[in-house]
């Protein structure tokens, strides 16, 4: 509904009518005469036209401009030095302009008011200076393209409230640098179309606030030389920040992204705080630099870190995001940890993230310096570690969740098997995937706990690591765990080591690997104390089983002596059976040999001799069972104190 303005404004009332429309046209008088600009009979027009001159102050609130009218008024305004139009204090509030409106290159020696206007047609301000403290445009409607390229606002510039429903164009902008407050305000503003700020330099404070983009909204190498306030606004499109640089505190708090957020290669040189913030998409931090001490908090389903510089300590608070930090710099302590609350933005909140697993997880630490690098609660199940340096120092708090081996029964020819239960890196897994000639999965299917995981780089074998270099990735790692004081998550990495060692084929000589093939049939590497225990059981039955068939002989030592006196002389003589004596089969299978066989076996495990008689054979099994199986129980305890101990 159209309101007359205040009643000390004389404005022109063009076509009221009391009973159809009673205000009539808003426009404001122009001085000395009864009407608006608009509504003035051309000699009048023409008359005061001709009184204009470079740099006078106009005010046409409320008039309706056609493009001839507007092109008309800024033709008596050029100036003839430059070419361009030079205005005073101009003031548009509340102005329709019913066509384009072209001010390209205009200059306003003082401040601009477009608050309330509507650019029905395309607004052209590109080159604009406006050199006054306000430049303000506040609840402006464009319902057609806005343009700004290049135009340089060197007081205030108040956006507030404004809506562009076509494209708004600000590369290369310039907001301040010529008045004392000089900051640029879109607090509440709706982007329909397309919005540019690329280039563009913002010298005090930038406020976004509440402001929504709903189409994509660039960024890219904009200067935000104070504060940038972008707390709750929303982003429907793609927002793009690629070499932004950020030299004030960058304010994102409880900001929206439903596209992807682009901050490739930007800098933050003063930014204590990033978030919280919500993208729906991937939040990219490629390249990015940050100076000073910061804290993110987002949640998101990817967030890329490749190549990130972090000068100072980090903080990374996350939900549901998978991260990917290879290649990153890390000059400080970084930390990356779940958020120990749902990151909330106001409706809808995390619920633009549901169906993700809410959990860290870690993609790729390839070609990082993790000396500084603090991990805690995330997910490594899929996280890439080949390349990274000091790894050794890394350091893992809370809980952290590495890939199981494949589950269930398999089968190897005619034998079945199963995968002992331990924790495995994803490189071994894309090695094995290879080898066993495993099918790589598409990126969206699930993998099946059954089989080993297929990697990025499958089936490509020059760009899976090969045993070695994963062998050297689980000695680092397994270090890490030991000077964390946790020897069972080490003795995994442990089990890994020598696993990849015993399938190496080029750094491991075959002398080697035999003698890992061995300690891994018996014991695990000395961390199965189930298969040690399994062939002691088996080793002692073996003995036993060997000592009553050949070991025992058939008759015991007959403890009378007999003699002879002759002449002064006594003659002693003790009957022995003979030790080759064992008898028949029936005789050697006796309940009485078992108990004798059995204790022979056991003294063995003692590494003590039973000082039981026995026959050569008999004598060869003792020493073999006492050789072998002190050490398979030695295994076995060893094993349970890797399990046990702190």
Known sequence: MKSAPNETTSYCAHGADPATDPVGCCGIQVPG?????????????????????PGTAIDHRGTRFTEPLLAALLNALRDPDTGHPRLGRAVFESATFKDDACFESAVFEDSAFFDLTIFEGNADFVSVT?????????SATFQADAWFSAASFEGRADF?????????????????GGAEYCWATFESTTFEGRAEFGLATFEDHAAFFSATFENDAGFFSATFKDNAQFGQATFQGNAMFEQA??????????ATFKGEAWFEEAAFEQAAHLGPLLCEGTVVLSGAVFGSPVTLELAARHLECRRTRWESTATLRLSHATVDLSDAVLSSPVAVTAHPTPITTGAPGESLLNGRPSRVRIASLQRVDAAHLVLTDTDLTDCLFSGAFHLD???LEGRCTFAPTPTGLHRRRIWPYRWTRRRTLAEEHHWRAQT?????????????????????????????????????????????????????????????EMEMRRHDRTGTPPGERGLLWGYWLLSGYGLRSSRAFAWLLAS????????????????????ATTGTLTHGRISLTTKAPDPSLIGDWHQ??????????????????VFRSSGQNLTNAGTYVEMASRLLEPTLLALAVLAVRGRIKR
């Open 245 to 254: 640089i950020f030299s004030g505190r960058a304010w994102f708090d409880s």
């Open 540 to 559: 002692m039955s073996l003995t036993v089983l060997l000592l009553m068939g050949f070991g025992l002989p058939t008759a015991d030592p007959d403890p």
């Open 33 to 53: 005469h009864t009407a608006c600009l608009a509504h003035l009979t051309n000699t009048d027009r023409d008359s005061y036209l001709a009184g204009l001159t």
């Open 393 to 395: 120092q890394l350091r």
């Open 160 to 176: 507030g409230h404004t809506t562009f429903k076509g494209h708004a164009a600000f590369e290369r902008a310039t907001f301040g």
């Open 130 to 138: 406006i050199k006054g403290d306000d430049a303000r445009f506040a």
């Open 436 to 496: 066993a000639g495993q099918p790589a999965l598409a990126q969206d299917d699930t993998p099946s706990p059954r089989l080993w995981r297929t990697g990025p780089c499958h089936p490509d074998p020059d760009l899976t690591p090969d045993p070695e270099d994963v062998a050297a990735v689980y000695r680092q790692l397994r270090k890490a765990f030991e000077d964390g004081k946790n020897e069972p998550g080490a003795a995994d990495f442990y089990y890994g």
């Open 588 to 605: 050697r299978v006796t309940w009485k040999r078992a108990e004798k066989a059995t204790r022979v076996a056991v003294n063995s495990v």
